[in-house]
Protein backbone atom coordinates (compact mmCIF):
# COMPACT_ATOMS: atom_id res chain seq x y z
CA UNK A 1 0.00 0.00 0.00
CA UNK A 2 1.43 3.10 -1.31
CA UNK A 3 0.91 6.43 -2.07
CA UNK A 4 3.37 8.71 -4.51
CA UNK A 5 2.82 12.38 -5.31
CA UNK A 6 4.50 13.72 -8.12
CA UNK A 7 5.23 16.47 -10.91
CA UNK A 8 6.62 19.40 -8.87
CA UNK A 9 8.82 21.80 -10.35
CA UNK A 10 10.17 24.99 -10.76
CA UNK A 11 7.98 27.38 -12.28
CA UNK A 12 7.72 31.72 -13.21
CA UNK A 13 4.83 33.26 -11.26
CA UNK A 14 1.27 33.16 -13.62
CA UNK A 15 2.39 29.82 -14.92
CA UNK A 16 0.30 26.21 -14.70
CA UNK A 17 1.32 22.94 -13.39
CA UNK A 18 -0.08 19.66 -12.74
CA UNK A 19 0.65 17.12 -9.52
CA UNK A 20 -0.48 13.40 -9.76
CA UNK A 21 -0.83 11.60 -6.32
CA UNK A 22 -0.72 7.89 -7.63
CA UNK A 23 -1.66 4.62 -5.26
CA UNK A 24 -0.52 1.22 -5.61
CA UNK A 25 -1.68 -1.87 -3.52
CA UNK A 26 -5.68 -0.52 -3.53
CA UNK A 27 -7.87 1.26 -5.44
CA UNK A 28 -7.87 5.08 -4.95
CA UNK A 29 -10.94 5.57 -6.59
CA UNK A 30 -12.62 3.98 -3.49
CA UNK A 31 -11.05 6.73 -0.61
CA UNK A 32 -11.85 10.62 -0.50
CA UNK A 33 -8.71 12.45 -1.55
CA UNK A 34 -6.87 15.60 0.05
CA UNK A 35 -4.07 17.80 -1.08
CA UNK A 36 -2.15 19.65 1.55
CA UNK A 37 1.21 21.97 1.59
CA UNK A 38 3.60 22.97 3.86
CA UNK A 39 5.93 25.76 4.17
CA UNK A 40 8.87 26.25 6.26
CA UNK A 41 8.19 26.85 9.72
CA UNK A 42 4.55 26.43 9.16
CA UNK A 43 2.25 23.72 9.89
CA UNK A 44 0.66 21.88 6.83
CA UNK A 45 -2.25 22.96 5.81
CA UNK A 46 -5.05 21.40 3.33
CA UNK A 47 -6.04 23.15 0.25
CA UNK A 48 -8.52 20.48 -1.20
CA UNK A 49 -10.58 17.66 -0.99
CA UNK A 50 -12.43 15.14 -3.76
CA UNK A 51 -15.14 13.14 -1.63
CA UNK A 52 -15.34 9.41 -1.87
CA UNK A 53 -17.89 9.44 -4.68
CA UNK A 54 -16.52 11.72 -6.65
CA UNK A 55 -19.52 13.89 -6.29
CA UNK A 56 -18.03 16.79 -4.42
CA UNK A 57 -15.09 19.36 -4.11
CA UNK A 58 -13.73 21.44 -1.95
CA UNK A 59 -10.94 24.48 -2.07
CA UNK A 60 -9.45 26.31 0.67
CA UNK A 61 -10.67 30.13 -0.16
CA UNK A 62 -6.41 31.18 -0.22
CA UNK A 63 -6.93 28.54 -4.07
CA UNK A 64 -10.69 29.17 -4.64
CA UNK A 65 -11.11 29.97 -8.83
CA UNK A 66 -6.95 28.05 -9.21
CA UNK A 67 -6.84 24.90 -8.36
CA UNK A 68 -8.80 21.94 -9.57
CA UNK A 69 -8.52 18.36 -8.68
CA UNK A 70 -9.88 15.45 -10.08
CA UNK A 71 -9.50 11.24 -10.80
CA UNK A 72 -7.43 9.98 -13.00
CA UNK A 73 -10.49 7.88 -15.51
CA UNK A 74 -8.79 4.29 -14.20
CA UNK A 75 -5.51 5.31 -13.68
CA UNK A 76 -6.07 4.92 -9.82
CA UNK A 77 -4.70 8.30 -10.18
CA UNK A 78 -5.98 11.77 -8.62
CA UNK A 79 -4.41 15.40 -9.86
CA UNK A 80 -4.60 18.56 -8.71
CA UNK A 81 -3.90 21.57 -11.38
CA UNK A 82 -3.65 25.21 -10.97
CA UNK A 83 -3.44 28.16 -13.08
CA UNK A 84 -2.07 31.49 -12.43
CA UNK A 85 0.64 29.83 -10.00
CA UNK A 86 1.74 32.79 -7.15
CA UNK A 87 5.01 33.20 -5.38
CA UNK A 88 3.27 31.99 -2.00
CA UNK A 89 2.49 28.78 -4.01
CA UNK A 90 5.55 27.58 -3.00
CA UNK A 91 5.60 24.63 -0.97
CA UNK A 92 6.30 20.75 -0.68
CA UNK A 93 2.90 19.51 -1.50
CA UNK A 94 1.44 16.18 0.00
CA UNK A 95 -1.49 13.85 -1.29
CA UNK A 96 -3.89 12.04 1.34
CA UNK A 97 -6.03 9.37 1.51
CA UNK A 98 -8.43 7.06 3.60
CA UNK A 99 -9.83 9.76 5.51
CA UNK A 100 -13.62 10.61 5.65
CA UNK A 101 -15.56 12.82 3.60
CA UNK A 102 -16.36 15.01 6.28
CA UNK A 103 -12.66 15.74 8.09
CA UNK A 104 -11.30 15.78 4.37
CA UNK A 105 -13.97 18.80 3.78
CA UNK A 106 -12.45 20.40 6.36
CA UNK A 107 -9.28 20.00 4.89
CA UNK A 108 -8.09 18.26 8.60
CA UNK A 109 -4.92 15.83 8.34
CA UNK A 110 -5.96 14.29 11.71
CA UNK A 111 -7.41 11.75 10.35
CA UNK A 112 -5.47 10.96 7.43
CA UNK A 113 -4.80 7.26 7.25
CA UNK A 114 -2.38 7.31 4.18
CA UNK A 115 0.10 9.98 3.39
CA UNK A 116 2.04 9.80 -0.02
CA UNK A 117 5.29 11.74 -0.29
CA UNK A 118 6.10 15.01 -0.85
CA UNK A 119 6.94 16.86 -3.89
CA UNK A 120 8.17 20.28 -4.67
CA UNK A 121 6.82 23.17 -5.89
CA UNK A 122 8.65 26.30 -6.70
CA UNK A 123 6.97 29.53 -7.74
CA UNK A 124 10.29 31.99 -9.07
CA UNK A 125 10.76 34.32 -11.50
Known amino acids: VRLVASGGDSVQPGGALTLTCTASGFALDDYAVGWFRQTPGKEREGISCLSENSDATYYRDSVKGRFTTSRGNGKNTVSLHWNSLKQEDTAIYFC???????????????????WGQGTQVTVAS
Open 96 to 114: ATHINDYLCSKFSGGDVGL
